[in-house]
Nanobody
Framework: QVQLVESGGGLVQAGGSLRLSCVVS????????MDWYRQAPGKERELVAL???????NYADSVKGRFTISGDNAKNTVYLQMNSLKPEDTAVYYC???????WGQGSQVIVSS
């Protein structure tokens, strides 16, 4: 059974940075099948960043140029580096793997103005 455990959320001022981590355990796994979603209060969950098996990446328009998704297969970990954070980035962030459809537990990110 694949498990995803997130860390790194918190409270930060606008313009600051945070890095989220998501460790995958329970199975041999290529972390290049993972992505990050977020869900703000009262809104639907949305895709933020996606890591392809080729190593290519895709981002939501709202985070392009500010967020970076990366992975380390040796550590079974995927990261989301978030720079120049804005109050509208406030949400619960979830890592997700596309092979079996498992989700992380969610990490709260709060950006104060």
């Amino acid at each position: 059974q694949v498990q995803l455990v997130e860390s790194g959320g918190g409270l930060v001022q606008a313009g600051g940075s945070l890095r989220l981590s998501c460790v995958v355990s329970g199975s041999a796994f290529n972390i290049n099948f993972m992505d990050w979603y977020r869900q703000a209060p009262g809104k639907e969950r949305e895709l933020v960043a996606l890591l392809h098996y080729t190593g290519d990446t895709n981002y939501a328009d709202s985070v392009k140029g500010r967020f970076t998704i990366s992975g380390d297969n040796a550590k079974n970990t995927v990261y989301l580096q978030m720079n120049s954070l804005k109050p509208e980035d406030t949400a619960v962030y979830y890592c997700h793997e596309r092979v079996y459809g498992n989700w992380g537990q969610g990490s709260q990110v709060i950006v104060s103005s």
